[in-house]
């Protein structure tokens, strides 16, 4: 092993000393042939061509023959040479771009660029199409500022809204002592109204005073409007149920009771005639009494008659 080594470091020498020789060699006749050009040159161009001549003899002499730098490479022998072992020929069969690879990539880069192509189309068309409607609109705009025919249509299509919303005033609500009502609801009266004596409640089995009137009805049935009127409270009675009260105007309200599926709301108008809810199942106080109609006037919070004013 030792002596294999010591032959390694002998032929690197060799190859390093033929190398430096050579080039040592090179440079020298370079310089001198340099010098002497300048030289002749400075002595009116006259070159010595003896001297040149005995130089390239001397060079020559000093140099290696052909033969014995043969020798020299065949003592090193290819195994010494440095190899790079993934360094590929371009005709070995490992290499690993191949002429397919290249026209797929080929194709690839092409299909990119032809989306980027077609990316920066659209994006060009959308900006287009906004700077169209940009100037359509300022040409509009410009156009109205002198078109006194748009400003007049303009402005009295504003003048109409403005009386449209003036003329929606609430409508007047004047029920007076000649007026009279409708009926609610077509049917029977099971308790009439008494406030001057007591009266008798079969579910409650006790006498008391009524200031409404009870309607016999049918359940599911429609409720009317007694009278033109604006709908002041939706709520809630526990002895009467779902109610719904009117305000006719002159201090006169109308209290409705035992209602169901009621379609108005406060604050709205209601016209004599339409319908306000359904008849709903009694309550517990009106069980004995069947499904019915609790209907009742007031004028300045006191009870009316109800029966003085149905026509």
Do not use: C, H
Not at 140 to 153: K, L, P, S
């Amino acid at each position: 092993m030792a002596r294999r080594d010591r032959n390694s470091i002998r032929k690197e020498r060799l190859i390093m000393l033929a190398s430096s020789v050579f080039v040592l060699t090179a440079l020298t006749v370079t310089g001198v042939y340099v010098n002497k050009n300048n030289k002749e040159e400075q002595e009116d161009y006259v070159v010595d061509f003896e001297a040149l001549e005995g130089q390239n003899t001397q060079t020559a002499e000093n140099m290696m023959s052909g033969e014995e730098l043969d020798t020299l490479f065949a003592e090193v022998g290819t195994d010494d040479l440095d190899y790079d072992p993934s360094f590929q020929e371009a005709n070995s069969q490992k290499v690993e771009n191949t002429e397919e690879e290249k026209k797929k990539d080929k194709s690839a880069e092409d299909e990119k660029s032809e989306e980027k192509n077609q990316d920066v189309s659209e994006q060009s068309d959308q900006n287009d199409k906004k700077s169209d409607e940009k100037d359509k609109k300022k040409a509009e705009e410009e156009a109205g500022m002198f078109d006194e025919t748009v400003d007049t249509a303009e402005k009295n299509t504003t003048t109409e809204e403005a009386e449209a919303i003036s003329t929606t005033v609430q409508p007047a609500l004047d029920f007076s002592e000649e007026d009279g009502l409708v009926w609610p609801i077509v049917g029977d009266v099971l308790i009439n109204y008494s406030m001057d004596k007591t009266i008798y409640f079969p579910t409650l089995e006790q006498y008391k005073y009524n200031p409404a009137i009870v309607i016999s009805a049918t359940q599911g049935e429609n409720i009317a409007a007694a009278a033109d009127g604006r709908v002041t409270s939706v709520g809630y009675d526990p002895v009467i149920g779902n109610t719904v009260v009117m305000d006719l105007g002159n201090g006169y309200e109308l209290t409705y009771g035992q209602l169901d599926n009621i379609i108005v709301s406060e604050g709205s108008y209601v016209s004599v005639g339409d319908t306000i809810g359904t008849v709903a199942s009694p309550t517990k106080y009106y069980s004995l009494e069947g499904t019915n109609v609790y209907f009742m006037l007031t004028k300045d919070d006191q009870p009316v008659n109800p029966m003085s004013k149905l026509q």
